[in-house]
């Protein structure tokens, strides 16, 4: 289980100010990080851009640190692995069935895209980034600030699918498969088994449903330039 009950912040009072209000912390770093999608990156300078992405990528961090969160708290642990993928695996065969489902439903195929072979090793990485984000750091300042895990893992999903807005497809996803991983995360804090979940998951997404749908996976106004 999350532990949020037990104070691990550095003493000091610029540490106890800034972690005081756990539940703002996530909420300020999706609205940056919407800030970014839909005007910092479109401007396209540089100069703004990766100070900006390299503030947003290390608030997580930044915010473990003052919080003093232990590798264990944010799934960084290989001890409780197969006790985690146990459940992990048995709500990823039913997500992917879930997603072949609707994929077949809409009258798509499933396609093997080039380089598939190399997104299944290779975006697992990607959702080990994301996961961090949304498990490590989102959820559980949430699980701090709220009432139980259903409540926080609902508030963490659903701004996580605001962020890939307007993709419709993909905010769902978002949203089903954020509330999903943030309640295992609950049970069984491992990182790991939830970065290869989302990574195989998302490239079976791309698979399996029809392009207009995902748009290469695009947000913000990159979503309406979008061309098959």
Not at 143 to 151: C, N
Request: hydrophobic residues 55%; charged residues 15%.
């Amino acid at each position: 289980m999350v532990e949020v009950h037990e104070d691990r912040r550095p003493r000091g009072t610029l540490a106890t100010a800034l972690t005081a209000r756990p539940v703002l912390e996530p909420v300020l770093f999706v609205l940056l990080a919407i800030l970014y999608v839909w005007v910092i990156q479109p401007i396209k300078n540089d100069w703004l851009r990766i100070p900006y992405m390299t503030f947003l990528v290390l608030m997580p961090f930044i915010s473990g640190y003052l919080h003093g969160d232990r590798l264990k708290d944010l799934g960084l642990r290989l001890d409780n692995f197969w006790a985690s993928a146990r459940d992990v695996v048995l709500f990823t065969v039913v997500a992917a069935a879930a997603v072949l489902g609707i994929g077949l439903l809409a009258g798509a195929q499933p396609v093997s895209r080039p380089g598939i072979v190399r997104a299944i090793l290779v975006y697992p990485f990607w959702g080990l980034a994301q996961q961090y984000a949304m498990q490590s750091f989102a959820f559980r300042r949430m699980r701090e600030g709220t009432a139980g895990p259903g409540i926080a893992a609902a508030i963490t999903a659903f701004l996580f699918a605001i962020v890939h807005w307007p993709n419709l497809a993909l905010a769902l996803a978002t949203l089903a498969g954020g509330f999903a991983w943030c309640l295992l995360f609950d049970r069984r804090p491992n990182l790991i088994i939830l970065a290869i979940s989302h990574g195989w998951l998302a490239v079976l997404l791309r698979a399996s449903w029809p392009a207009e749908w995902l748009r290469n996976l695009r947000i913000g106004p990159d979503f309406w330039t979008w061309t098959p």
